[in-house]
């Protein structure tokens, strides 16, 4: 959902910001000049008399440059310091600050508040403004050089040149299946609130995670009709997640914080390039919160699929502590294969077979039928199969192997899809 603002800046500022990529993000209600204010569905006016409502319906004022002075202008008619958006032709987006009573300083950028209280909250805002410029800077550039970009990122990570013509290992053809496979049907599966009605088809909505709510703005929510705990996410990409064990005490400011942020994402248009994220309409939604018994994490079954055949199952402990990641075959035997990002745990031979490994295998089968390839999740809580999600391209492919071979043997199972045009990011 685009924000709806105004803009404001000079007749040459303004061309520069409605050809830069950046203004497509936006809903634009209205430009404002010097002398004047046009307005749509209003009569041009003068910022003198700029009628309150008007700062109520918009999400923001973009300036065109940084203009201290207008900014001041528009605050003391009432515009929040939230709703001040900087942005600049050769840096992009720019941000501002200032400090409360209790010396917390806040971070105004592109529309959204940061309370920056420690290295945890600096940390986040850096990853937040990271993003949105380097969003920025992908929707500023053709298509045409998404190979390229994708070319030296792989390089510079592996120290192998990617030949897009000619790829050969598992990492490198999920790079080319990012471009070359970017199908609406991949959009929809990987949102995380369409997908729901896929698997309610497929195999049934008892295998759902129950949802409480779905929102476009946090704003919307009423926590006081959600149960004491439960579990919020955005539907458009990954770690986006915020998990309320107690609704009485946990800190709504700072989750607003996190899921604007979230919300003003497109994950697609990140370097790595992963565009069929980029088409989901971006959303909030509550589910259920899930426990296991005592143990501190949900238990990931996350299986591999190549055209409709389980090669593998991923299975994933200890995530909020130390995650060791360990992969099965089909019969629940254990294999020689390690992430160099996660690894095994000592004893593999040790880890129970799930009660539920058949179901679960089916499930997934019935699931990944007509895809190349995909990995389809399940937990298992308290003797009961659920789903997580589907994943086409873990990672972004930007992993390797510990085990020798592992890249190539699963390169050669994952025969690539007709080649479809790779999409303009929106």
Same mark, same amino acid.
């Not at 993000?25 to 569905?41: A, C």
């Not at 004491?228 to 609704?247: A, P, T, W, Y």
């Given at each position: ?17 409605? !050809? ?13 000049? @010097? ?25 923001? /004022? ?65 990853? /937040? ?73 497929? /195999? ?54 996190? /899921? ?5 994402? @497109? ?77 095994? !745990? @000592? ?80």
């Amino acid at each position: 959902m685009r924000r709806k603002v105004l803009v404001h800046g000079t007749a040459n500022t303004l061309q520069k910001f409605f !050809s830069d990529a950046a203004c497509r993000e936006f809903e634009i209600f209205g430009v404002v000049s @010097d002398d004047k204010i046009s307005v749509r569905g209003l009569e041009v006016i003068s910022p003198q008399s700029l009628p309150q409502f008007v700062l109520k319906l918009v999400d923001g /004022i973009i300036f065109t440059a940084e203009d201290k002075a207008a900014a001041k202008f528009f605050v003391k008619r009432g515009l929040v310091p939230r709703k001040i958006i900087l942005w600049d032709a050769a840096p992009g987006w720019k941000s501002f600050g200032a400090r409360t009573a209790d010396g917390t300083q806040v971070i105004y950028f592109c529309g959204l508040e940061f309370h920056i209280r420690n290295e945890a909250d600096a940390k986040f805002f850096n990853l /937040i403004a990271w993003r949105l410029q380097n969003q920025r800077r992908i929707k500023n550039t053709s298509p045409k050089l998404y190979p390229t970009i994708l070319a030296q990122d792989f390089q510079k990570r592996t120290g192998r040149p990617l030949d897009f013509n000619n790829p050969r290992t598992f990492t490198e053809k999920l790079q080319w299946i990012k471009l070359f496979d970017a199908t609406p049907i991949k959009s929809r599966l990987a949102d995380k609130y369409l997908v729901r009605r896929w698997v309610t088809e497929k /195999i049934g909505a008892q295998y759902l995670i129950p949802l409480l709510g779905v929102w476009d703005d946090f704003d919307a929510i009423d926590f006081d009709a959600l149960p004491e705990q439960f579990v919020l996410k955005c539907n458009h990409g990954c770690s986006m997640n915020i998990i309320v064990r107690d609704r009485k005490t946990f800190d709504r400011e700072r989750a607003r914080e996190k /899921i604007n942020a979230w919300l003003a994402v @497109d994950y697609g248009a990140q370097r790595i390039l992963e565009p069929h994220y980029s088409p989901i309409n971006r959303k909030i939604i509550a589910e259920k919160f899930m426990a296991n018994g005592d143990l501190p994490d949900l238990i990931d079954y996350k299986f591999v699929c190549f055209d409709g055949k389980i090669v593998y199952c991923q299975y994933l402990t200890d995530r909020s502590s130390n995650l060791k990641l360990n992969y099965f075959d089909e019969n629940w035997t254990p294999t020689t294969v390690e992430r160099s990002d996660h690894p095994r !745990s @000592d004893h593999p031979e040790n880890i129970p077979r799930p009660k539920n490994f058949e179901l679960m295998k089916k499930l997934a089968a019935v699931l990944a039928e007509g895809f190349s390839f995909v990995r389809v999740d399940f937990y298992e809580i308290d003797g009961e199969v659920y789903f997580g999600e589907m994943t086409f391209t873990p990672g972004a492919g930007n992993f390797s192997y510990k085990s020798e071979g592992t890249d190539e043997y699963l390169g050669d199972l994952l025969k690539l899809p007709k080649l479809t045009p790779i999409p303009r990011l929106v």
